[in-house]
């Protein structure tokens, strides 16, 4: 298993940034394909974007194209996610995930490690 850990949230005013850090520890010399997803109050998890293990692919859900962009630097163990023009309704929690094997997923399901994840509040 590999263990996550997020950082990067805070509060930010609607159109600001922020970006995101999750560095992996444990089993990392395994292939992972990495995830970011996010959850509201009262709403349930939702996928936000993925990326494989070498960087060459991602998958991105339809609300943040565009907007967001997840990248990953191996030689750190991290993951990134840049977020831009943020809205309201990109408050949650992000949380970000590790799944074994080297395709990008969109489904909860499919990862096997998670982190405790970090809070993005924007206001408008």
């Known amino acids: 298993q590999v263990q996550l850990v997020e950082s990067g949230g805070g509060l930010v005013q609607a159109g600001g940034s922020l970006r995101l850090s999750c560095v992996a520890s ?3 010399s395994s ?5 970011w997803f996010r959850q509201a109050p009262g709403k349930e998890r939702e996928f936000v974007a993925s990326i494989n293990w070498s960087g060459g692919t991602t ?4 609300p943040v194209k565009g907007r967001f962009t997840i990248s990953r630097d191996n030689a750190k163990n991290t993951v990134y996610l840049q977020m831009t023009s943020l809205k309201p309704e990109d408050t949650a929690v992000y949380y970000c995930a590790a799944r074994g094997g080297r395709l990008v997923s969109s489904r909860t399901a499919e990862y096997d ?3 405790l994840g970090t809070q993005v509040t924007v206001s408008s």
Do not use: P
């Open 113 to 115: 490690s998670w982190g």
């Open 59 to 62: 998958y991105y859900a339809d």
């Open 31 to 35: 292939s992972y394909a990495m995830g």
């Open 26 to 28: 444990g089993r990392t």
